[in-house]
């Protein structure tokens, strides 16, 4: 299986400072058809996991452009700029190339 | 849009089975591969396998294998996850999602 490991674990952040997550795969996340599938969630407690960003730095419909993702190859960041209450919880990156899913063991960020 | 609706929370006793539901709209079933992921209190979600609907083809995580069972029923547009034997650490969030929906996740909850 393709490990997953994200940095920092923890990430206590001032409101209206920036933010920044680090996660590194095992393998490359090039698919076979050239797009890499690598997706980062927001999860807040007692809520389903929400995708934000998919293939690396594709924003979902309503995520506020304050929050991208860049990378390629092996590593891979979330960054959220201009940090705001409604940022606070779980963030995980998560790999969708290999048939077999991973994710990171997730950052908690949370208000200073 | 795709939506995935689960079926509602279950109360099981160790050593028991559990059959959970989710039932795909808004697209054309057989075209998604459907994943189930399991998520214990305070972790990240896990895979624990996927069912490609159309073909009936179905994959499951090494650490899953022995317990799991995933079915699809087409005239439905439904898939199922049946775990057997279940423990007390069974006692989790399931979701099922394809690439881009998640469910609303299932709690089931394995106590005597």
């Not at chain 1, 990430?11 to 680090?22: E, K, R």
């Not at chain 1, 979330?78 to 950052?107: N, P």
């Not at chain 2, 189930?36 to 990240?44: A, I, R, S, V």
């Amino acid at each position: 299986d393709v490990v997953m490991t994200q940095s920092p674990l923890s990430l206590p952040v001032t409101l209206g400072q920036s933010a920044s997550i680090s996660c590194k795969s095992s393998q490359r996340l090039v698919h076979s058809d050239g797009n890499t599938y690598l997706n980062w969630f927001h999860q807040r407690p007692g809520q389903s996991p929400r995708r934000l960003i998919y293939q690396v730095s594709k924003r979902d419909s309503g995520v506020p452009d304050r929050i991208s993702g860049s990378g390629s190859g092996t590593d891979f960041t979330l960054k959220i700029s201009r940090v705001e209450a409604e940022d606070v919880g779980v963030y995980y990156c998560m790999q969708g190339t290999h048939w077999s899913w991973t994710f990171g063991q997730g950052t908690k960020v949370e208000i200073k | 849009e795709v939506q995935l609706e689960q079926s509602g929370a279950e109360v099981k006793k160790p050593g028991t089975t559990v059959k959970i539901s989710c039932r795909l709209s808004g697209d054309t079933f057989t075209d998604f591969s459907i994943h189930w992921l399991q998520q214990t209190p305070g972790k990240g979600p896990e895979w624990m396998g996927l069912i490609n609907p159309e073909e009936g083809e179905t994959m499951y995580a090494e650490k899953f294998q022995a317990r799991v069972t995933i079915t699809a029923d087409t005239s439905k547009d439904t898939t199922y996850m049946e775990l057997r034997s279940l423990r007390s650490d069974d006692t989790a969030l399931y979701y099922c999602a394809t690439s881009d929906a998640w469910g609303q996740g299932t709690l089931v909850t394995v106590s005597s």
